[in-house]
């Protein structure tokens, strides 16, 4: 969800056109008219009602727990909840990220110990004991960002698209009686769910053009399979980014290394750190091994909102 196209702008209209005939340029300011009337139609309250019940996590829990939750639930962060507060106060997310980062420093303080299978075990211990509390925010990528749940689809997007950093997630908040109520969480993922449902109001100037076109493909960030798994987790925490590509010695990708990844960490990743990140990935974490997705440069927009979706 990143802006990087210097044609479209986030409602779909076209901020230096190409010479269109009349008939074409009339076709297009209307259909992002049409687009940008859907945008500003639905609020965000509209939406979050038809998402599940909000899964959150208590600032008492301990890392553990947190895995635990993020893994039967499948999902990639929490918001944090102060439970002995009556009004249940919303104090920030707990993301896959924070936790690497946080992973990472922990064992930095470590290193250099003599280590063997039981100082291994303590280590993952006192890690997993640790309180959620001390990695809100770890990673800085999720800055807290607000929205109120009156506000438009269009407003959501143009937190997402103009933010200075990339964003995953804001927290939704009511007003009430002059004091704000978190309510849910909109992310990168529900906007492209709702561009799904509403993939007829899409323009068709943007629908039917590749992602090359729209400027919407970046390097990708690349390790080798046998690149220590510490190393990876540094690359991982230092781009800030949610996956990494593995490569083989010839520089074809063989699978990803992402934060979903992160999510299945065992007590016995602990004694894998210092080997390779193909070995992690099969003995340190019970998150299955899948097969890379993938488009071509050439591919539509509509037709990857597609991928997304199914996947």
């Not at 962060?77 to 106060?89: A, E, F, R």
């Not at 929205?147 to 689809?153: F, Y």
């Not at 509403?198 to 992602?211: C, F, G, L, V, Y």
Request: with cysteine; hydrophobic share 40%.
């Amino acid at each position: 969800m990143k802006q990087k196209s210097t044609s479209q702008n986030v409602a779909g209209e076209t901020a230096r056109p190409a010479k269109k005939s009349r008939v074409e340029s009339t076709q297009v300011k209307e259909e992002s008219a049409k687009w940008k009337l859907t945008l500003q139609s639905k609020t965000i309250q509209d939406y979050c009602s038809k998402k599940k019940k909000i899964i959150s996590i208590s600032h008492a829990a301990t890392l553990r727990n947190a895995f635990n939750v993020l893994a039967e639930n499948k999902i990639l962060s929490l918001p944090v909840i102060d439970t002995d507060s009556d009004k249940n106060q919303f104090l920030g997310f707990i993301d896959v990220l924070d936790i690497a980062r946080y992973l990472l420093a922990n064992h930095r303080l470590r290193e250099g110990r003599i280590y063997n299978k039981v100082n291994f075990q303590v280590a993952a211990n006192e890690f997993f004991s640790e309180s959620v509390m001390k990695t809100i925010n770890y990673s800085g990528v999720d800055q807290v960002v607000f929205l109120e749940e009156h506000q438009s689809m269009l407003d959501a997007l143009k937190r997402f698209v103009l933010s200075r950093r990339v964003t995953h997630r804001m927290a939704v908040f009511r007003r009430v009686d002059g004091k704000f109520k978190f309510m849910q969480i909109i992310s990168q993922s529900d906007l492209v769910a709702f561009a799904h449902a509403h993939k007829t109001s899409i323009p068709s100037h943007i629908a039917k053009t590749s992602i090359a076109e729209l400027g919407l493909i970046h390097a990708p960030v690349m390790v080798r399979l046998d690149s220590q798994f510490l190393d990876t987790l540094e690359i991982l925490c230092k781009h800030r980014i949610s996956g990494i590509a593995l490569i083989d010695a010839s520089a074809h990708v063989s699978c990803n290394f992402s934060a979903s990844d992160l999510r299945g960490l065992t007590d016995a990743a602990f004694n894998y750190f210092t080997g390779s990140t193909m070995q992690f990935l099969i003995k340190g974490t019970d998150s299955p091994m899948k097969a890379p997705i993938s488009c071509g440069k050439d591919t539509p927009l509509e037709q990857v909102i597609e991928i997304l979706i199914k996947n």
